[in-house]
């Protein structure tokens, strides 16, 4: 596996600059939520001419749909394909599935960018580190092109693996994914083990919490501010909601606990969040509002459910209401929309998650590898809990062991994303080189026996 392993970190030194420039070209592809076409037919075309047999499918909303873990973004699946290449293996070993989603969320407002979100520009850092800026850069395209040159980089080192590996480019991660991964597993692709090339750099993400938007209406009666005692304030029967769900995101942050969740920042000692995300009353000064909305995404803990809090949350806003002559009369609209799950937890002893954690610290700590040698010195990451919802829920669903890991970078979903090129080529090289260990080597032709041994 050593000469694989340098034969592997040498081709990649070698195309660094190809991948740069596959990267940048999917960077220039604007791919917001609902908009993925354009970057999907590309991804379709890198997986054709890397020779795998390749599966373009739209969601079929009727069988997603039925699926309890489904989240219905709201836009119709036409139009937007979810992108699959098989490169088979020879027989006899384990499958892996790398996963990525070219969905990405909106640059605006675009007067906070110091760069064109949508042109890749390559800047070096005073520390000589290469960073490419973008929507889209960091969450997730490095990690999808990480995953097709890793692919590259085994067929070009004319490595033949024993099990198949699978390549899913999907759309609508962003948006709870029911029209992409959860489609794939539908439609049949499924393997031994699971990998989300997603910004983890630090972290090796086998869990993250359940997740619930929740959306609270508060009825009022409009009239003109000059005789506003003729009305009935929309957004100051709120305040006491929201003063609420402030107390209570407290109360949570203290009582609940779960040690996975905390190891990335243990010193916060804070494993579940409750964000008062969205706040819309009234559009005129001079007018009393006759509604409000509260919009909040609630993470929740292994050992809570998902029925258990939309109970919750419903008694809580109904004890206000209680304390309000107008509210009791007249009481809030509780509504859930978008994002639901229950939390996701892999078992950390899992070998599927043990070899991975051995392989890339192994890498990580050897300074001969080319594409190691930037990290030299550095901490390898920790198996660890994640805060954010990760398409992995969906493999557990299906009894498929699941990780997410991927390049470093900073500002996702913010002004001036941006992505570690040297990162990328890492990470391409570690999931090659897992991809070898986990799915199996057949004997090379010059007789030297299975490289995996």
Not at 17 to 43: F, H, K, N, T, Y
Not at 276 to 296: L, M
Request: proline share 6%; with cysteine; hydrophobic share 45%.
């Amino acid at each position: 596996m050593d000469v694989l392993t340098h034969r592997l970190s040498n081709w990649l030194i070698e195309h660094a600059d190809e991948c740069v420039a596959a990267l940048a070209e999917l960077v220039r592809i604007p791919s917001l939520v609902g908009q993925e076409a354009a970057a999907q037919d590309w991804m379709a075309q890198q997986y054709r001419a890397a020779g795998l047999e390749v599966d373009v499918f739209e969601a079929d909303r009727a069988a997603v749909q039925a699926h309890p873990a489904f989240v219905d973004s709201g836009i119709p699946f036409a139009g937007r394909p979810n992108v699959v290449g098989r490169w088979r293996g020879v027989g006899g070993g384990r499958s892996l599935i790398l996963n990525g989603h070219t969905d990405v969320v909106s640059p605006e407002p675009l007067s906070a960018w110091s760069f064109d979100p949508f042109g890749a520009q390559v800047v070096i850092g005073e520390d000589g580190r290469r960073r490419m800026y973008g929507r889209g850069a960091l969450d997730m395209k490095g990690g999808l092109i990480a995953n097709l040159f890793a692919l590259r980089a085994l067929q070009a080192c004319g490595i033949r693996l024993r099990g198949d590996l699978i390549l899913e480019s999907v759309i609508e991660e962003e948006a709870g994914g029911g029209g992409g991964t959860l489609a794939c597993f539908l439609r049949g692709h499924r393997a031994d083990g699971f990998i989300a090339s997603e910004p983890h750099w630090d972290d090796i993400t086998i869990a993250h919490p359940g997740i619930l938007y929740f959306r609270i209406v508060v009825p009022g009666r409009g009239a003109h501010a000059g005789r506003a005692h003729h009305g009935v304030n929309a957004a100051v029967e709120a305040a006491p909601i929201i003063a609420m769900l402030g107390e209570w995101d407290r109360e949570r942050a203290e009582r609940l606990h779960h040690e996975l969740f905390e190891r990335l920042e243990p010193s916060a000692r804070r494993s579940c969040h409750l964000n008062v995300g969205v706040v819309r009353a009234g559009d005129w000064p001079s007018s009393v509002p006759s509604q409000a909305e509260i919009e909040v995404r609630l993470s929740f803990l292994p050992g809570e459910t998902e029925a258990g809090i939309r109970e919750e949350v419903a008694a809580r806003v109904n004890a206000v209401a209680q304390r309000s002559s107008w509210l009791r009369e007249h009481p809030p609209k509780l509504e859930f929309f978008g994002w639901h799950t229950d939390p996701w937890l892999e078992d950390e002893r899992h070998p599927f998650v043990q070899e991975f954690a051995q392989c890339v610290r192994a890498l990580r700590q050897d300074a001969t590898l080319p594409t190691m040698r930037p990290w030299a010195g550095s901490s390898p990451p920790i198996l660890a809990g994640g805060t954010a919802g990760l398409d992995t829920r969906f493999a557990g669903l299906y009894g498929v062991p699941a990780l997410a890991w991927g390049p470093k970078g900073g500002n996702m979903h913010a002004a001036d994303e941006y992505v570690d090129l040297d990162s990328v080529l890492a990470v391409a090289h570690v999931l090659a080189v897992f991809a070898a260990r986990w799915c199996g080597v057949a004997a090379d032709e010059s007789g030297t026996g299975d490289l995996a041994n």
